[in-house]
């Protein structure tokens, strides 16, 4: 079973950000678990194609307007969007570093990105724990500050939904 298909509601960072996406637009749920950004999304009025290698937590979703789902590996597969661009990206507790680059060229102009995930100090509250799944200080700035413009980052600790260490950034492309 998907460990994020228990999840229900979207991260407050997500539907904090989430009118920087242009009104009416399709948005790209990256690792979309269970769907419930995807469903929070489509419930603003937005289009949404959802992406994760295992999309039974979203089984409930197939054939509904608005919906378009993807079972894709993002990790060992090709980028399952090459050529196709969208008004909005969302990636929550999701980190596959070579994608970086490809999210920005998968933006729409005036495309938001909202990102966020695992950061240095996670090991503290639980897991991840491996690196490779950690940000370090800076890294979603590094990865997105000179193509598009930032609207907000953060780094540091979270209390809700469980404490976390977490980076997250809100982005928009020219």
């Known amino acids: 079973m998907n460990p994020h298909a228990k999840a229900t509601e979207p991260s407050d960072w997500i ?73 909005g990206i969302v990636v929550a507790n999701y980190l596959h570093r070579p994608l970086l680059p490809l999210l920005i060229d998968s933006l729409k102009p005036r495309g938001a990105l909202i990102y966020e995930t695992f950061a240095v100090g996670q090991a503290e509250f639980g897991r991840p724990t491996n690196p490779d799944f950690l940000l370090k200080p800076g890294e979603l700035i590094e990865a997105f500050g000179s193509s598009l413009r930032i609207v907000a980052y953060e780094h540091g600790v979270i209390a809700t939904p469980r404490r976390a260490a977490v980076q997250r950034i809100a982005a928009t492309a020219a």
Do not use: K, N, Q
Not at 24 to 34: I, M, N, Q, Y
Not at 39 to 57: E, N, Q, T, Y
């Open 15 to 87: 539907a904090r950000f989430a009118r920087l996406i242009p009104p009416g637009g399709t948005v790209l749920d990256l690792a979309a678990g269970g769907g419930r950004h995807a469903r929070f999304l489509h419930g603003l009025g937005h289009s949404i194609v959802a992406v994760d290698r295992d999309i039974g937590a979203m089984a409930d979703l197939a054939g509904v307007p608005g919906f378009e789902l993807i079972e894709a590996d993002l990790e060992s597969g090709p980028w399952p969007f090459m050529g196709r661009r969208f008004e």
